[in-house]
């Protein structure tokens, strides 16, 4: 087991090389640039500009440089914001964005089973088809009519939330209500769904029917054998589950106006912020490589029958 990790972590490494090398070409390749203005600059100020940011350089020899800062663990200045690099803006908003993300991600996953189980051993009742439909309306409906509407609801029509704000910024608790509900929705509805399936499809199994016959009770059936092997699908999802919350977040955070990562990422895209593009790039892949790492490794630990060689 032990080799398999070390083995699996280290395999991470190229696909992280691959990423940050497609990305940093991608972006320095696409029209514009980060002193591009409607009112272009003189010639000589905009030289001098690129000449101080090392962009008068070919761009192998730029490319170079960057993964070597990339290895001291420099993700450069930012060249729109001059007060502070891309290491300052970063760590200061991921904070936030995991918060939202956790927050979220523990609520989906609390929802999503319970509704699961629920639905299961109640199969084709009200209650089954309500969930479901519910479900099915948090899937379909997409994030940024989600987040509107409930603002107009709950922060205009009934003045009961701030429609903006973030609790880690010293304001209310109030203000996470809204921006942890409409991220909390679809990622609910998946686990709903994908549980309930789960569990519909362990009912059936013969050592379920076996322990109804030694005359256990329904929780702990439900409890001590079904959701072990049941949950399995879902373990598998939270890995990309949690990296798409996080990196889903940027239109929650846009709407609400979150200080995290997903309004730097819209700011840089916008600014054509090369080195602060590619510094949430690079967290948000980062984040998704270990999350999958942690759920490989987790299914070994609730699965008997999977073995690591």
Same mark, same amino acid.
């Given at each position: ?33 980060? !002193? ?19 962009? +008068? ?15 001291? $663990? ?10 502070? +690099? ?15 993300? #956790?927050?979220?991600? !523990? ?36 994030? !940024? ?22 609790? %880690? ?92 990562? $997903?309004?730097? !990422? ?21 984040? #998704? ?12 630990? %609730? ?7």
């Amino acid at each position: 087991m032990t080799k398999y990790i070390i083995r699996r972590f280290l395999g991470l490494l190229p696909t992280l090389f691959i990423i940050i090398t497609l990305s940093f070409f991608i972006i320095r390749i696409a029209p514009g640039g980060p !002193f591009s203005r409607e009112k272009a600059l003189p010639k000589q100020i905009l030289e001098n500009i690129e000449r101080k940011y090392h962009l +008068d350089e070919p761009l192998v020899v730029q490319y170079g440089r960057y993964m070597l800062d990339i290895l001291r $663990g420099d993700l450069g200045p930012s060249f729109r914001y001059k007060d502070h +690099d891309v290491n300052y803006y970063i760590v200061n908003a991921l904070p936030d964005s995991m918060v939202l993300g #956790l927050m979220s991600l !523990f609520l989906a996953l609390i929802l999503g089973i319970s509704t699961g189980i629920i639905s299961s051993t109640r199969q084709n009742s009200w209650i089954d088809y309500s969930s479901m439909a519910v479900a099915v309306i948090g899937i379909s409906i997409p994030l !940024f009519v989600v987040g509107p509407v409930l603002m107009y609801i709950f922060a205009i029509r009934l003045d009961w939330l701030p429609t903006s704000g973030w609790i %880690m910024a010293d304001a209310s608790w109030k203000t996470a209500i809204m921006p942890v509900a409409t991220l909390t929705l679809p990622y609910f509805a998946y686990l709903a769904r994908l549980s309930r399936a789960s569990i519909l499809e362990t009912l059936r199994s013969d050592y379920v029917r076996t322990a109804r016959a030694k005359g256990l009770s329904s929780s702990v059936i439900m409890f001590k054998h079904i959701l072990k092997g049941a949950l399995l699908p879902v373990v598998s999802y939270l890995g990309p589950a949690f990296a798409n919350i996080v990196t889903g977040s940027i239109v929650v955070e846009t709407i609400f106006r979150v200080p995290g990562l $997903g309004i730097i !990422f819209v700011q840089s895209a916008v600014n054509r912020d090369y080195t602060l593009i590619m510094g949430t790039v690079i967290v948000y892949s980062v984040i #998704l490589l270990i999350m999958n790492f942690v759920v490989d490794i987790a299914y070994g630990f %609730m699965d008997p029958r999977i073995s690591y060689t």
